[in-house]
């Protein structure tokens, strides 16, 4: 039963000092939980304290793997708007290259 911080994460610090098992540990590339100290925070708080400051979605993963704060649950933009903006942004950029080479 432990929770675990993956590649997405950016290195802020912020959840580290918010362990109460002092589970959470700088590492390279990222930071990292040793499963074997993470309780989930059961007994201590309602939410995992680390992913409830987290500011990066799917950072931090349930011990099935699924992220805690899915795409979306933090920035409020829904995958389809994402998908949207992400394909409006593709589009422009090939634009600009077939402007560059013309
Ligand atoms: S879930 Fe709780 S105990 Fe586990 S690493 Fe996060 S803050 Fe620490
Ligand atoms: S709060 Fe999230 S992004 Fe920041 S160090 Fe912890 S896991 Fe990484």
Same mark, same amino acid.
């Given at each position: ?5 993956? +590649? ?11 362990? &109460?098992?002092?589970?959470? @540990?700088?590492?390279? &590339? ?9 309780? +989930? ?12 400051i987290?500011?990066? +979605? ?7 793997? +699924? &992220? ?16 949207? @903006?992400?394909?409006?942004?593709e589009?422009? @950029? ?9």
């Amino acid at each position: 039963m432990a929770l675990e911080i993956i +590649e997405s994460c950016v290195n802020c610090y912020a959840c580290e000092p918010l362990c &109460p098992n002092q589970a959470i @540990y700088q590492a390279s &590339p990222h930071f990292l939980i040793d499963a074997d100290k993470c309780t +989930e925070c059961i007994g201590d708080f309602l939410d995992a304290q680390c992913a409830s400051i987290c500011p990066i +979605e799917g950072a931090i993963l349930t011990e099935l793997g +699924e &992220p805690i704060n899915p795409p979306g649950s933090l920035t409020g933009i829904s995958l389809e708007l994402l998908a949207k @903006y992400q394909a409006a942004v593709e589009a422009t @950029y090939q634009a600009a290259l077939a402007a560059k080479s013309a």
